[in-house]
Nanobody, 126 residues
Framework: VQLQASGGGLVQAGDSLTLSCAAS????????VAWFRQNPRKEREFVAG????????????NYADSVKGRFTISRDNAKNSVYLQMNNLKHDDTAVYYC????????????????WGHGTHVTVSS
């Protein structure tokens, strides 16, 4: 699976942004898909994930506590894509965001994902 993340940019605190993760080569709905992020001060961290048909809970979404209520992950199977809608952005959301796909049960950690896209930068000015 080749993943292409896009949609990053420079926004102000309180603004919204939608990231896209487009897949090619395989059917993305088969896989668990997640968004991770990394800024220079932290290790890469899980942001949100959505289960694929490989899971017994297809469509179930999970979120990091820091983004619950503000971010929403979703799929568009017709476009073979996953999205991350980010609302009420905060300065601490500034990071490079990566989408990843995999079939492991370990959906909250990087080790659970085999396929990774290049990151897209999100900068939130305060």
């Amino acid at each position: 699976v080749q993943l292409q993340a896009s949609g990053g940019g420079l926004v102000q605190a309180g603004d919204s942004l939608t990231l896209s993760c487009a897949a090619s080569g395989r059917t993305l709905s088969t896989y668990n898909v997640a968004w991770f992020r990394q800024n220079p001060r932290k290790e890469r961290e899980f942001v949100a994930g959505i289960a694929g048909s490989v899971s017994h809970s297809m469509g179930q979404a999970n979120y990091a506590d820091s983004v619950k209520g503000r971010f929403t992950i979703s799929r568009d199977n017709a476009k073979n894509s996953v999205y991350l809608q980010m609302n009420n952005l905060k300065h601490d959301d500034t990071a490079v965001y990566y989408c990843a796909a995999g079939s492991s049960r370990d959906t909250l950690r990087e080790s659970g994902y085999v396929y990774w896209g290049h990151g897209t930068h999100v900068t939130v000015s305060s």
